[in-house]
C-alpha cells in the first residue's frame, strides 16, 4: 500500500536526491522544499501547492500530480516521464529546459509560460492553456493538442510534427519557421477557409 500523507505542510525542508516511492499526498503545501535531483515513482500528488520548490534535475516517472499548483517553482532540467499532470496550474515557474515524454497534461494551465526550447513528446495536452507561451524553439512532437488555447503563442521554429494542430488558429499565433508534417499543412490550410481538390 502507498505510504499516504494528508492535509500537510512542509516548509523549508532538504528533500535533496530524496526518492520518492509509491508515496501519496493529498492537499498538502511546499513551500521552499528542496527537490532538486529527486526521484518520484509512482507517486501520487492530488490538490498539492507546490511554492518556491526546486524541482532541478528531478526525474519523475509514472507519477501523478492532478489539480496542483505551481507557483515560483524552478523545473530547470526537471524530467517527466508517462505522468499524468491533468487540471495542474503553472505560474510564474522557470521551466526551461523541460522534458516530458508521454503521459497526460490535459487541462493543465501554463498561460504566458517560457517554454523556449522545451522538449514535449507523445503527451496528451488536451484543452491545456497555452495562452500566450513562448515555445519559440521548442519540440512538440506527436502532442495531442485538441481543444488547447494557443492564442498569442510563440512557436516560431518550433518542431510540430506528429502533433494535433486542429484547434490552431494560424493567424493568432507567431510561426515563422515553425515545422509542420503535410498532413498539419491540410488541417492549417482548411482552418484558413482553402479547399483542397
Known sequence: MPELTEDATFRHEDWYGEELIDRHFVR??????????AVSQGAVFTECTFGNVAFNASRHTDSAFTRCTFKRCNLFEAEFTGCKLVGSTFAQCDLRPLRVSGGDWSFAALPGADLRGVTLTDVRMREVDLTGANLTGATVNGVDLSG?????CRLGGADLRRSDLTALDPTTVERAGAIIDAEQAIVIAQALGFELR
Open 28 to 37: 498538502c503545501s511546499f513551500f521552499q522544499v528542496d527537490l532538486t535531483e
Open 148 to 152: 488547447a488555447q494557443l492564442h498569442s
